[in-house]
């Protein structure tokens, strides 16, 4: 690949890192939700943990959203 030869053009050739960034963070979210699937509903420490987790994901869900955002305005901004 020929190298940028605008400070845009290099900002688009940089947007996979946040989109590859989102992807993984999608992922420590989808682990996280697998995990309270195996937490035992009747046990309060498990439930405590499930909440936990729960907000995380939430939290890392928006953070991908945020990075896909950014990818999105990053390639935009070629021109």
């Known amino acids: ?3 940028p030869t605008t400070c845009g ?3 688009a ?8 960034l989102g992807a993984l963070v999608i992922a420590m979210a989808a682990v996280l939700d697998i995990h ?5 509903p009747t046990d309060d420490a498990a439930r405590q943990e499930a909440e936990a ?3 995380i994901a939430g939290q890392l869900r928006s953070s991908a959203d945020q ?5 999105v305005q990053m390639i935009a901004s070629r021109d």
């Open 1 to 3: 690949m020929d190298e």
């Open 9 to 11: 053009q290099g900002l």
């Open 13 to 20: 050739a940089s947007a996979a890192v946040p989109a590859k």
């Open 36 to 40: 309270r699937e195996a937490l035992p």
């Open 53 to 55: 987790y729960r907000k």
């Open 67 to 71: 990075l896909e955002a950014t990818a």
